[in-house]
């Protein structure tokens, strides 16, 4: 069973940056559906920021231009970035992935992946 394992976060004050980092364990992302996620205590996990194995990507409307996934060459580890943060911004995030054909399915949902980080906690103080 690949594991996903999230690394990065911390607490930064508003404004600050943030580079999550997620590496699979026994595998690479190569051709890899991939996914950041964030949640808070009583709300719904919501989707980030995607990538697809061709490259494309898709942010959540809240994090547009101040988020960026990326991988490396490698593609053993999936990042994002994350700048100009905000207090809203605060919550666990999850690595997400699916080593399967997934392209038929909604981008930025839950539904699409089916392989989970543990989370890494995410902090922006006002």
């Known amino acids: 069973q690949v594991q996903l394992v999230e690394s990065g976060g911390g607490t930064v004050q508003a404004g600050g940056s943030l580079t999550l980092a997620c590496t699979a364990s026994?595998?690479?992302?190569?051709?890899?559906?991939m996914g950041w996620f964030r949640q808070t205590p009583g709300k719904e996990r919501e989707g980030v920021a995607d990538?697809?194995?061709?490259?494309?990507?898709k942010y959540a409307d809240s994090v547009k231009g101040r988020f960026t996934i990326s991988q490396d060459d490698a593609k053993t580890t999936l990042y994002l970035q994350m700048n100009s943060l905000k207090p809203e911004d605060t919550g666990m995030y999850y690595c997400?992935?699916?080593?399967?054909?997934?392209?038929?399915?909604?981008?930025?949902?839950?539904?699409?992946?089916?392989?989970w980080g543990q989370g890494t906690q995410v902090t922006v103080s006002s």
């Open positions: 026994g595998d690479t992302f190569e051709t890899t559906y």
């Open positions: 990538l697809d194995p061709d490259g494309t990507t």
């Open positions: 997400a992935a699916n080593w399967g054909p997934a392209a038929y399915l909604m981008r930025l949902s839950v539904s699409r992946y089916n392989h």
